[in-house]
T-cell receptor, first 109, second 115 residues
Framework: QKEVEQNSGPLSVPEGAIASLNCTYS??????FFWYRQYSGKSPELIMS??SNGDKEDGRFTAQLNKASQYVSLLIRDSQPSDSATYLC?????????WGAGTKLIIKP | NAGVMQNPRHLVRRRGQEARLRCSPM?????VYWYRQLPEEGLKFMVY????????ESGMPKERFSAEFPKEGPSILRIQQVVRGDSAAYFC?????????????FGDGTRLSIL
């Protein structure tokens, strides 16, 4: 059973600080990882994809992948109230996405 | 709007009725995936389809649920004889290719409520 684990939170971060979201997974063979953001009552929105060990930066977002330790993380710099949402970690197993339950992030003004 | 289109956005059915959920993939995408999200839970894979083919339905309940993606028209997720436990958000996603590193793009979902 392939699993993706996330701390459900809520994670509360002051506005302007760095939010750090973590995700661990059980399948060593996984190659593709994704971070999605989901606002309450809305659909998941792709933020980042990462396939290689190391960091990948896109604007205020940095995804980090460590395949040896089987974790993937998302850093959000200069957090804004609009970043308040649930962040979902997913990995691709063949063609289906295996999802974590999500971490609820709250940015406090 | 070139995104993934789902309709209806909200669907209310009584127990025992049928629910039909529709999904039109993004332009240029020929791979469609259906996911279900129960309240306060993560998404669960249901089925993966290409035009006129079901590739993987391992996440779909064996009874009452069926899916299709015809040559023409949208993909349809059909739930027969609905029960209260079917109440959930059903999301459709699409990708241009069916390989593992292709991000999937989601529609706005259909919120199904069973009375």
């Amino acid at each position: 059973q392939k699993e993706v684990e996330q701390n459900s939170g809520p994670l509360s971060v002051p506005e302007g600080a760095i939010a750090s979201l973590n995700c661990t997974y059980s399948d060593r063979g996984s190659q593709s990882f994704f971070w999605y953001r989901q606002y309450s009552g809305k659909s998941p929105e792709l933020i980042m994809s990462i396939y290689s060990n190391g960091d990948k930066e896109d604007g205020r977002f940095t995804a980090q992948l460590n395949k040896a330790s089987q974790y993937v993380s998302l850093l959000i710099r200069d957090s804004q109230p609009s970043d308040s949402a649930t962040y979902l970690c997913a990995l691709n197993s063949n063609y289906q996405l295996i999802w974590g339950a999500g971490t609820k992030l709250i940015i406090k003004p | 709007n070139a995104g993934v289109m789902q309709n209806p956005r909200h669907l209310v059915r009584r127990r025992g009725q049928e629910a039909r959920l529709r999904c039109s993939p993004m332009k240029g995408h020929s791979h469609v995936y259906w996911y279900r999200q129960l309240p306060e839970e993560g998404l669960k894979f249901m089925v993966y389809l290409q035009k006129e083919n079901i590739i993987d339905e391992s996440g779909m309940p064996k009874e009452r649920f069926s899916a299709e993606f015809p040559k023409e028209g949208p993909s349809i997720l059909r739930i027969q004889q609905v029960v209260r436990g079917d109440s959930a958000a059903y999301f459709c996603a699409s990708s241009p290719l069916g390989v593992g590193n292709q991000p999937q793009h989601f529609g706005d979902g259909t919120r199904l409520s069973i009375l």
